[in-house]
């Protein structure tokens, strides 16, 4: 039980994670995949070498520890957590691992004069009330999904039943149960974990759904990363009729139920939650605003079958950015020529982070509510403003 003293030393360390945190992060890192060989899949070896996820992590423990008399105050980031550890299939087993480490590199970065036994007593009951909070709503959820029609607990085979070229770097991946079983629904804008060894090495990644449900097959479309371990094993490796261990849908990033219009914004592959969303939307009259950008329309994917649509649905409007055409960035005065006259829609968009900075920015000088604006990272979770 985390007791009031302990949440004001707690506190109390924030300045420390406001100016060290990463460097901190960094030491946990090393001592837990180091040392624990039995956790490296759970964490992505090209996000660990860009430093991302020292970032996210670092970001979030600070979050943590400046809210931590007021947890409802950390908004969204709880809900963004939980679904990438259900997705990557975190167990209750884990936690006393990374705690283990955390505690300890929290000692030796610090050194025993600011990290007293008092100050790691309370981090260590501060990390196991968080541990608690998201070992309960992690359960919870692979709960829902293995009780869900056509859904599953753990890994499921999946056959690859199709391959499609969408670009120069996009590739679809149309995914049908090796059982032959139905297979549960998920909602516009989710993903799905994705178990797969690679050089004799287990790998587990994120992959939005880039289709709508349809109870039979799952697609996902996936970039082809220079760095990616993954991804370019995906391209060049595998083939039709080969078999992939796939882990329930998750995501908290998903299409709310409304009648505002919608305006979908992406960046390279963050298009590939946006599809679903655009799918579900033109099942209604709702008018829809899509924004794709990307640097050539070599490297775009789905141009064609979203050019289809807008001739389909008079309610639907596509537009195009490309880095090597004018304008070449996305910002308040371009979302302007585009989005309804009236600021108040529903706003979803997901890309690289520079362009989701810009992104928000851009919608919030033009007036739409802040309410009304959601993003999803592709990534260890981080916070754009």
């Not at 261990?245 to 963050?270: M, N, Q, R, Y």
């Not at 362009?355 to 993003?375: C, D, E, I, K, S």
Request: aromatic content about 8%; some cysteine.
């Amino acid at each position: 039980m985390l007791t009031a003293e302990q949440r004001a030393i707690v506190q109390s360390t924030v300045p420390l994670l406001e100016s060290g945190g990463e460097a901190l992060i960094t030491h946990f890192y090393q001592r837990l995949l180091g040392g624990h060989p039995e956790v490296r899949a759970l964490f992505n070896s090209t996000h660990q070498q860009s430093g991302a996820q020292p970032r996210a992590l670092a970001f979030s423990v600070l979050m943590y520890a400046k809210h931590i008399d007021r947890l409802e105050n950390l908004g969204n980031l709880p809900a963004q957590i939980i679904n990438k550890h259900v997705a990557l299939q975190v167990q209750p087993e884990h936690y006393p691992i990374v705690g283990q480490c955390l505690l300890a590199s929290i000692r030796e970065v610090l050194g025993a004069e600011i990290a007293t036994d008092a100050v790691i007593d309370a981090w260590a009951a501060a990390y196991q009330q968080l541990a608690d909070i998201l070992i309960g709503a992690e359960s919870q959820a692979y709960e829902r999904n293995a009780s869900a029609p056509g859904g599953w607990r753990g890994a499921r085979a999946f056959r690859v039943a199709r391959k499609q070229i969408e670009s120069t770097e996009i590739t679809s991946f149309y995914l049908a149960p090796v059982d032959g079983g139905a297979v549960m629904a998920h909602l516009p804008g989710q993903f799905i974990g994705l178990r797969i060894v690679v050089d004799g090495k287990e790998q587990r990644r994120n992959y939005s759904l880039s289709a709508l449900a349809n109870g039979r097959e799952l697609r996902i479309s996936v970039k082809r990363e220079a760095a990616g371990v993954v991804s370019r094993h995906l391209h060049d490796a595998v083939r039709e009729g080969d078999v992939l261990e796939i882990f329930p849908p998750a995501g908290h990033f998903t299409l709310a139920e409304s009648d505002k219009p919608l305006v979908l914004v992406s960046g390279g592959v963050g298009i590939t939650p946006t599809l679903p969303m655009l799918a579900a939307a033109l099942g209604s009259a709702r008018p829809v605003v899509f924004i794709h950008c990307a640097r050539t329309p070599e490297v775009q994917g789905f141009r064609a079958r979203l050019d289809a649509l807008a001739l389909e649905h008079p309610q639907l409007q596509c537009h195009y950015l490309y880095e090597n055409a004018a304008p070449a960035r996305i910002d308040a005065e371009q979302l302007g020529r585009w989005l309804p006259a009236s600021r108040d829609v529903e706003a979803y968009f997901c890309g690289p982070q520079p362009f989701m900075a810009a992104v928000l920015q851009g919608l919030r000088a033009l007036g739409v509510p802040p309410a009304q604006t959601h993003y999803e990272f592709f990534g260890p979770a981080q916070a754009l403003a």
